[in-house]
């Protein structure tokens, strides 16, 4: 029985029958496995995440080798297909182009790291996918690892996952005090969420979404009951856990997803996915109560009786969906082939089912999000799904986010900002005070580090492999369909849903994309290549990817014994508090890479902390070396960077130099209302030293200050005019000491009327917070000077303490005029 997408038929074995993609395959599925548990290797932007990726980086580096030996025999370099594991290397190329501009050396070359394994990951899949049998056991072994991650998030969820980690600790894993897999359920202002091996939800939900498609997929796929039977099982588990993320964007574009998919499949396979998923999704529905309510329990206090039951719920209902599901395919399918079979035939024929089914998915959509329908779920739930709609926060935020992409991008048009650009530019073009690391859009992220140059040379290698993937896909036989068909569901559902969050930045799901990609280039039918030797291009790519692989491998080992070195130094100082042994790992560290921004930190830290004991002013001047050699590299590396520099600074009282940093930085921090405090405070304090030392720079450093405090004013404007659903997630307000230093501004001008102005309405008659105490005396000390003075305010700061008389009449009496 043949189907359109699927097909009973044996794949086909490479017409060499070479053992060797055997090698890749065996070497692609353990990494997968490891870095699955490596949090996905997850690219933080920070140490503690870098080392998994390193050493995966230095893994790459020997599969690069491993594929220059077996490409020389595999690759025939005949067709136009071939060149794309040339072409792809065009993307890392991009990012080094950026790191021109680079705003973040240290990120800039994770990323450019990153990238190339990315190319070396395409490579080796459009290798192995040529070959029929090991094609077919990579496409299992890829689903067996999705159903392998899903218990994983269920065992947590029910409360065994101090049981299932103990199979997993040995590799390295973050672990809970209970033993657990960290933030395998994370909590948030939504309360409890699964995020799985991810640590995220929502980018567990992007994973579910294309793993639970290419399930689908597979059920119709398998030619015997016990195939069918199994991957129909996982059905329940996978929508369950849908839904335990309690991730919009995963609802929402599943939808998307699922219709995109469709129209590749005949319409009675079609109307079999519907059926499947109907199934499936009413017994989920009917179980996902009690297994909520559960898991809930158990995450607060375990009870083995309640798992059990949770675990009962799970089992039971993906049997009976497994059930169902292989009866439909057994006796309902080859009837509805029979009856589609004239509608299969028609060049519309495969889009009207689709159709049909957004418009039935957009009311299932409506009923479940717009209509009492969901109180019938689990509170946590239906809460989520009360406030889907394009005015709510998330949304919102995330428009932000890309409209302030490009205001970056217009300051970086054509190269981009470099590797890690969004991490280290945010915060100077944010448009309201929020926290996010992430562009929370792979799209908009690739944009801001790579340019125009970047995104082009990416949208136009997706392009290239999409049009020619479709138009062999219906040009080619059911057995070739099928073969490939899984990379196109899982690479467009990553795809589609990384619009709109940063899945990308796992660097486990970029590798998987990416292999996706490779799978898919190797299907295509292509004209063959007619300017270039077969020999010459050969030649080329094996010295391309030879050079690659080595120059990887070395880097990424060298990043790993820096990294390693680094973490022995915080190790050893928080064990030993030994100077010396803590100084042998953390140069090693710095030997390798001298700009590291929290090397450079630590180092500097520990430098500074000998200085203060030994007045040596050789610790001292080696701290601020460390330090502004890494910040010339990372100039936006505020937190540690800039920050320990100010705390050395404050060791020794250089407050011109503390206000030197805070000046020339204040443009790249305008939302940070604490970095604008410290800049108000050690300003005014430059002006009050230039009324006697430097008279002419006098006003130029009060004009700074009180330019900074109607920045400040002008920014807390900013958050008012903001839509009420938007909730700024990092605070920002005048802070009683910045309307303080403003009204000082002002006085030491001799515009006292202009400091009263400025201090009024900040006063608060909370006067156990000293500041608010500094800042009433400040203020009725204004009034006085002007002749105005406020009685009230008088009144109650005498009250508190009669003494407050003389203070105020000693700042009353203060004339700022130089000697």
């Given amino acids: 029985m043949s189907t359109y997408g699927y097909t009973g038929s044996k794949a086909t074995k490479n017409n060499e029958g070479s053992k060797a993609p055997w090698l890749m395959f065996g070497v692609i599925i353990l990494f997968l496995l490891w870095s699955s548990f490596k949090v996905a290797l997850f690219n933080g932007q920070i140490s503690d995440h870098e080392q998994p990726i390193y050493i995966a980086a230095v893994f790459s580096g020997i599969l690069a080798i491993i594929t220059v030996a077996i490409g020389w025999k595999q690759l025939k370099w005949s067709s136009h297909k071939d060149t794309l594991s040339l072409a792809v290397f065009l993307l890392p190329s991009s990012y080094a182009l950026s790191m021109i501009n680079a705003t973040s050396q240290y990120l800039a070359e994770n990323m450019l790291l990153i990238m190339l394994m990315y190319g070396i990951f395409f490579v080796a899949s459009s290798i192995i996918a040529q070959d029929g049998v090991v094609n077919r056991m990579f496409n299992l072994a890829l689903m067996m690892i999705s159903y392998i991650i899903v218990f994983f998030g269920l065992f947590h969820w029910l409360g065994n996952g101090s049981f299932i980690t103990l199979f997993i600790k040995w590799i390295g894993v973050p672990l809970t005090e209970s033993g657990a897999f960290g933030n395998a359920v994370m909590d948030d202002s939504n309360g409890a969420r699964l995020a799985s091996v991810f640590q995220y939800a929502n980018t567990y939900a992007g994973f579910l979404m294309a793993f639970l498609l290419a399930t689908l997929f597979f059920i119709g796929k398998s030619r015997i009951w016990w195939g069918k039977s ?94 169902i599901t292989y009866a439909l395919e057994r006796w309902i399918s080859p009837r509805l082939e029979k009856m589609t079979d004239g509608l299969s035939k028609k060049s519309w024929g495969t889009l009207a089912i689709p159709v049909g089914g957004a418009i039935i998915a957009g009311l299932l959509l409506f009923i479940l999000i717009g209509t009492n329908v969901k109180n019938m779920l689990p509170e946590n739930i239906a809460t989520r799904l009360e406030t889907v709609n394009f005015k709510q926060h998330s949304v919102l935020e995330r428009i932000t986010f890309y409209k302030d992409s490009v205001k970056v991008l217009k300051d970086y048009p054509v190269l981009g900002a470099g590797g890690g650009a969004w991490f280290s530019l945010f915060e100077e073009y944010q448009d309201y005070s929020y926290r996010s690391r992430q562009a929370h859009s792979y799209y908009m992220q690739y944009l ?63 590798i998987l994309v990416f292999l996706c990609l490779g799978g898919m280039a190797s299907s295509i039918e292509s004209k063959p290549l007619q300017k270039f030797k077969p020999k010459a291009l050969r030649a080329t790519f094996s010295s391309i990817l030879g050079v690659i692989g080595i120059g990887l491998f070395i880097t990424s080992l060298l990043f790993t014994q820096a990294s390693s070195a680094y973490q022995s130094s915080v190790r050893t100082v928080n064990e030993t508090h030994d100077f010396n042994e803590t100084m042998k790992y953390l140069n090693k560290a710095l030997s390798i890479r001298p700009t590291h921004p929290e090397y450079a930190a630590f180092d500097a830290k520990l430098y500074f902390e000998v200085y203060k004991q030994q007045k040596d002013e050789q610790f001292f001047d080696e701290a601020v070396r460390v330090l502004n050699k890494a910040i010339q590299a990372n100039p936006y590396h505020k937190q540690p960077l800039l920050q320990q520099l100010i705390d050395g600074y404050k060791i020794k009282g250089m407050d011109e130099q503390i206000y030197t940093v805070y000046s020339e930085n204040a443009s790249k921090f305008p939302w940070d209302m604490y970095w604008y405090d410290g800049y108000m405070d050690y300003t005014v304090r430059e002006g009050y030293k230039a009324i006697s030392s430097a008279p002419d720079k006098k006003d130029k450093y009060l004009d700074e200050v009180i330019a900074a405090f109607e920045h400040v004013k002008a920014k807390v404007e900013r958050l008012k005019a903001l839509p009420k659903e938007i909730i700024p997630n990092k605070e920002f307000y005048i802070k009683s ?50 002749g105005q003075i406020d009685q009230a305010w008088y009144d109650k700061l005498i ?3 009669p003494d407050e008389k003389n203070q105020i009449d000693q700042i009353a009496e203060l004339k700022f005029k130089a000697e």
């Fill in 230 to 323: 199994g991957h129909a099982f996982m059905l329940v588990p996978f929508i369950l856990s849908i839904f335990l993320t309690l991730s919009r964007g995963g609802l929402l574009l599943l939808p998307v997803a699922f219709v995109v998919v469709l129209i590749f499949l005949k319409p009675y396979r079609q109307l079999m996915w519907f059926m499947h998923l109907a199934v499936s999704g009413v017994i989920t529905l009917l179980i996902l109560n009690p297994v909520t309510e559960i898991g809930l329990s158990v995450q607060k206090e375990f009870s083995a009786i309640n798992s059990l039951k949770g675990w009962a719920y799970v089992i039971l209902g993906s049997a009976l969906a497994a059930a």
């Fill in 448 to 510: 801001v580090e790579t340019g125009i140059l970047g995104i082009a040379l990416l949208l136009g290698f997706l392009i290239y492999i999409y049009w020619n993937y479709i138009r062999t896909y219906f040009k080619s036989s059911d057995e070739k369909r099928d073969s490939h068909f899984i990379y196109f569901i899982l690479a467009t559902s990553i795809l589609i849903h990384s619009a709109m969050d940063f899945n990308m930045s796992y660097v486990f799901i970029g």
């Fill in 737 to 786: 000491q910045m309307a303080m230093n403003a009204g000082r501004a002002y006085f030491m001008k001799g515009e006292p009327g202009q400091a009263a102005e400025a201090m009024m309405p900040y006063l608060q008659e909370d006067f156990t917070d000293s500041n608010n105490m500094d800042l009433a005396r400040w203020y009725v000390a204004a009034t006085i000077q002007q």
């Fill in 799 to 801: 009250a508190l303490n």
